[in-house]
């Protein structure tokens, strides 16, 4: 984990230093002389060798100082702080509802393996993912939020409660319906694994029914690749949905990374792309741990 | 009286060909994905939707079949236009001398205002450019940067993977370091850093116009799936007794790994290529709503739904109908051919 961090730190340093714009430049404006921009450059320590500023850029990273951003000159830190609370209160229920909506529904699939009934919902979420993400914003947001007027069509509050009620509804469930599509396929072809192993011949053999066979022998064995692929979506909960954020007004992280590459403000999309990456693999090495409780096959090497 | 086996055997290609002409769900899609294709090689060479962003109607114009309906933008326009004449000031205004020779001038400078037409075939957008022309238009853009982006994706996954696989030893480790890497940060973070660089940075202007920085963006970011997929493959296929045996006549490293082992996995590749052509396709419509993907001066199915969102809340729905059945049949169809694909190429069912 240590080198692929000491990577992801070279990779966002040297991809800023080497294609990324001068910081002296794109703080001073278009109309500076040459000694304040000479200034800047010097408070930054960009006139230092290119070793010495990847070691500040290190010391950054290691203390949580990333000074203040360039634009709005809030800490960076406390972005982070302020923004992440948002961002969670709409993506840890997205990732909830998905997975009790897609779970019972390619088991139910699953089951009727084969019929009209499977090809018909297959051949929907065939054709519900290739409607772009943005069409089901718009439209769900004009209809709803709109013209039926059942939900705030954009919003938020300091009130957490307020927010969970009232403004983040729309999006979760808009969210949510999207993510049905692909998450059935997907958990319908674990169960599908699952209906032709040996020990579902041997249930069967023995004379148990269908509906008992899928509820105590195949969820169970299929829920082990179903929880791999949600431990696998647990750590985009904290960059949660970006165009959720935008078009909802959420005062979240994705929407202050997306306004930060529109002003060009270096420090916010550095810190919180290192930031999360660390997150992510920390969650991905807890999960890899967690596995071995859950599957005695699995062992870490 | 022995029979005499005479069986040549089956060209891989041939039988993909064979399957997938059996396969009727996988016809179709071929049938509509061709249909698409043929479209966007009109549109290239400008026998189709050339002028797509003429202002050939009125702002807003009604699609053909709902021509009687009321049309407030339209009409709003044309009063501010009549409005428009400037009164006599001829009294007062010291420049009034001057007013013939202006007279003049712009007699030279006119200009013919095209007629514009109240209805189009499927509406116009705010300009009164024809949705139906910028959603072919768009089709070129999008799919031309789903699939040009999907091969430069392809090229990076399949050498780096050929080399990790092949090779093994440091550098599959490195090859493996540099992947872990890559997929240890979030996408779309990946995807908004290389964006931030590529507006502000000294290749900004390089890549000013035209779908390149989408391109790179995408690939860039999407190439570790192919990656990890290729090496598995050619850590399968490395020790395989036909690429022994081409050792063994002296064929060069190079030439096993090209010439041999390629064409004996390039059927996961193609599978592989067809999923990054939908999930490219996608997100240059999300980057291009956002501002990040293709410039404006050209269109793309992620800029008409962009100026579908403000659109739609005044009631013209059409242009956001256009660009979503436009992208909704190509991406099913597309998605419907890869399974046939996959299916077709899988040797388990020959």
């Not at chain 1, 990273?61 to 960076?76: A, H, N």
């Not at chain 1, 089901?136 to 709109?146: E, R, S, T």
């Not at chain 2, 993977?161 to 540099?178: H, K, P, S, V």
């Not at chain 2, 790179?216 to 036909?242: C, D, N, P, Q």
């Amino acid at each position: 984990m240590v080198p692929t961090l000491a990577g992801v730190v070279l990779l966002i340093f040297f991809l800023f230093k080497l294609f990324g714009g001068d910081p002296a430049q794109i703080l001073a404006g278009q109309i500076a002389s040459q000694e304040q921009i000479d200034a800047i450059r010097h408070e930054l320590g960009l006139d230092q060798p290119w070793y010495v500023q990847l070691w500040f850029f290190v010391r950054e990273i290691l203390t949580f100082d990333w000074g203040k951003s360039w634009m709005t000159r809030e800490q960076v830190s406390s972005i982070f702080l302020t923004r992440l609370p948002a961002t969670l209160t709409i993506s840890i229920p997205i990732l909830l509802l998905e997975a009790a909506m897609a779970i019972p529904t390619a088991m139910v699939v699953a089951y009727y393996r084969g019929t009209l009934l499977d090809r018909t919902v297959m051949a929907i979420c065939v054709a519900a993912m290739s409607v772009s993400f943005l069409v089901y914003i718009i439209v769900g947001q004009y209809v709803f939020g709109f013209q039926l007027g059942w939900f705030p069509v954009q919003g938020w509050s300091d009130s957490f409660w307020k927010n969970l009620v009232t403004y983040a509804p729309l999006p979760i469930l808009l969210a949510a319906l999207v993510g049905l599509a692909p998450q059935t396929r997907l958990y319908r072809s674990f169960f599908l694994d699952e209906t032709k192993s040996d020990y579902v011949r041997t249930a069967r053999a023995k004379g148990l029914s269908e509906p008992a066979i899928m509820r105590k022998h195949v969820l169970r064995n299929a829920l082990v690749p179903v929880v791999t692929n949600i431990s696998l979506l647990v750590p985009g909960v904290f960059v949660g949905s970006f165009l959720l954020e935008i078009f909802f007004s959420v005062p979240g992280l994705g929407r202050e990374i997306y306004l930060a590459v529109n002003r060009s403000d270096y420090p916010v999309i550095q810190a919180v792309t290192i930031y999360l990456s660390v997150l992510t693999m920390l969650i991905n090495l807890a999960a890899d741990v967690l596995y071995t409780f859950v599957d005695p096959r699995i062992q870490l090497r | 009286m022995a029979a005499v086996l005479d069986v040549t055997p089956e060209s891989a290609w041939t039988a993909l060909w064979r399957r997938l002409q059996q396969d009727r769900v996988g016809a179709i899609s071929l049938g509509i994905v061709a249909a698409y294709l043929v479209m966007i090689l009109f549109a290239m060479v400008g026998l189709l939707a050339r002028g797509w962003s003429e202002e050939v109607g009125v702002p807003y114009a009604n699609p053909s079949f709902l021509g009687e309906r009321p049309n407030l933008e339209a009409a709003l326009q044309k009063r501010l236009e009549q409005k428009g004449k400037v009164p006599d000031l001829r009294d007062v205004d010291p420049l009034a001398p001057k007013y013939e020779e202006w007279a003049k001038r712009t007699e030279a400078l006119k200009s013919t205002e095209p007629a514009r037409s109240m209805t189009l075939p499927w509406g116009g957008d705010r300009w009164g450019r024809d949705v139906l022309a910028k959603a072919i238009k768009g089709s070129q853009v999008s799919i031309a940067v789903g699939v040009v982006a999907a091969l430069c994706a392809t090229f990076i996954g399949t050498l780096l993977g050929a080399l990790a696989g092949f090779y093994g030893r440091w550098i599959n480790d490195f090859l493996e370091w540099l992947y872990n890497v890559f997929t240890s940060i979030p996408g779309i973070l990946l995807v908004f850093t290389l964006a931030a660089v590529l507006r502000s940075g000294p290749l900004a202007s390089l890549f000013a116009s035209g779908i390149w920085t989408v391109v790179i963006i995408l690939a860039f970011t999407g190439w570790t799936g192919m990656y990890r997929l290729v090496r598995a493959e050619y850590m399968k296929h490395r020790s395989r007794e036909y690429v022994l045996a081409a050792q063994a006549i002296g064929a060069s490293a190079p030439s096993r790994m090209f010439v041999h082992i390629l064409p004996n996995v390039s059927h996961v590749i193609l599978v592989q290529l067809s999923l990054l052509v939908v999930a490219f396709i996608k997100v240059e419509v999300i980057l291009s709503f956002l501002g990040l993907g293709v410039p404006i001066d050209m269109v793309s199915w992620g800029t008409m739904l962009g100026e579908a969102q403000n659109e739609l809340i005044i009631g013209k729905w059409w242009q956001l109908a256009a660009a979503t059945v436009f992208m909704a049949i190509f991406l099913t169809a597309f998605s419907m051919l890869t399974d046939s694909l996959r299916d077709a190429l899988d040797p388990k069912l020959r």
